[in-house]
């Protein structure tokens, strides 16, 4: 963990290489959609990215993920995803101290999810799947 704080410097933070808009990530092919949310915030409004055929979808509360890390692939673009960006911070971190390179914090929310999944960015990701 004090390699990863290491490299949390100026740098690294200015050319925002922890973090993914919804967009850049959902035309993100191999990738994982992390959502680190408490279970009953996933059940209440569960997020599938269902027509997001390259984009597999999974809620790991932030206090399961030690117990539930096999669960993820190091081979996976990662991006971890929560309403406020504190939990996915602090498993954005955790998951780099674990090895994992391809990781980023999914920004801006639920508004910002929401903006990316209007209807015409869901038909894009239909029709894409098609073909």
């Known amino acids: 963990m004090e390699q990863v704080l290491r490299s949390l410097n100026l740098d690294f933070f200015g050319q925002s290489k922890h973090r993914i808009s919804p967009e850049v990530f ?3 092919e191999n990738a994982l959609f992390l959502d680190v949310r408490s ?3 996933a059940e209440t409004l569960d997020i599938k990215l269902k027509y997001h055929s390259e984009i597999e979808s999974i809620n790991i509360p932030v206090d399961k993920i030690p117990d ?3 669960k993820l692939s190091k081979d996976k ?3 971890v995803f929560c309403p ?5 911070t602090v498993v954005y971190a955790y998951l780099l101290s674990k090895g994992f390179s391809y990781v980023r914090i999914i920004m801006g929310g639920y508004s910002a999810l929401t903006e990316a999944l209007k209807p015409d960015q869901v038909l894009q990701a239909i029709v894409a799947a098609k073909d």
């Open 77 to 79: 673009f990662i991006g």
């Open 39 to 41: 279970r009953e915030e």
């Open 26 to 28: 959902l035309s993100r």
């Open 84 to 88: 406020g960006s504190v939990r996915s």
């Open 68 to 70: 539930e890390i096999d």
